[in-house]
């Protein structure tokens, strides 16, 4: 295989590195590098730990979606329960934490589905897709300043808000053509089962 068809011929090389600003959960980074060609470019991008979002499934086949104001696009968005990892944890267990955590649900089965890039000209966020099923109900534990409002939906009116542009966010358009993929039988998840009354010390 040739540079070309591996894609080294297109690599950039970082020749310096710098912080343009470091808060809280993000930091910009502005690299200088060098092209292929040799010439010197600025990148700026968002270092981000990484997340997990979660497609919950209910017994009667919808899905636990929730309504939650995203306040850079100044709108309330539907989503499929999401959200960063913490340090040195787990795809499984942080997912199993956000569910539980948002929308008061435990599952006894996961899938991981894989990993999206959501933002690759600017960010480095991967987001770790799981199938959750066997769900029982109960009490949500809410971040402080956090309001979410947790709902059911058939996935033929998930569909339809997709298709009428009312639902938009990328990492949930994903989680539904992924789902697809697998009622299709062109995806055959691997089903883990987890104890789902000790989830808070399940395997990471």
């Not at 209910?58 to 850079?72: M, N, S």
Request: with cysteine; net charge negative; proline share 6%.
């Amino acid at each position: 295989m040739s540079q070309h068809e591996d894609g080294r011929a297109l690599h950039e090389a970082c020749v310096e590195a710098g912080v343009a600003y470091a808060g809280d959960f993000l930091k910009v980074r502005r690299d200088r590098v060098r092209l292929p060609d040799g010439r010197l470019a600025q990148r700026e991008y968002i270092v981000h730990p990484g997340a997990v979002m979660v497609v919950p499934l209910l017994d009667d086949g919808r899905f636990v979606l929730e309504r939650q104001f995203r306040y850079p696009l100044g709108r309330v968005m539907i989503e499929f329960p999401a959200g960063k990892l913490d340090p040195g944890e787990s795809g499984l267990r942080c997912a199993m934490r956000e569910l539980r955590e948002e929308t008061g649900y435990m599952a006894r089965e996961w899938a991981r589905a894989g990993v999206l890039h959501n933002a690759i000209a600017y960010s480095t966020e991967g987001i770790e897709v799981w199938f959750a099923r066997g769900l029982t109900p109960g009490a949500a534990s809410l971040d402080e300043g956090e309001f979410v409002d947790v709902f059911a939906a058939a996935p033929q009116e998930l569909d339809a808000w997709v298709r009428s542009g009312e639902v938009t966010d990328a990492k949930t358009l994903i989680g539904l053509l992924w789902w697809q993929h697998w009622q299709c039988g062109r995806w055959c998840p691997d089903w883990l089962p987890v104890d789902d009354t000790n989830q808070a010390s399940s395997p990471p």
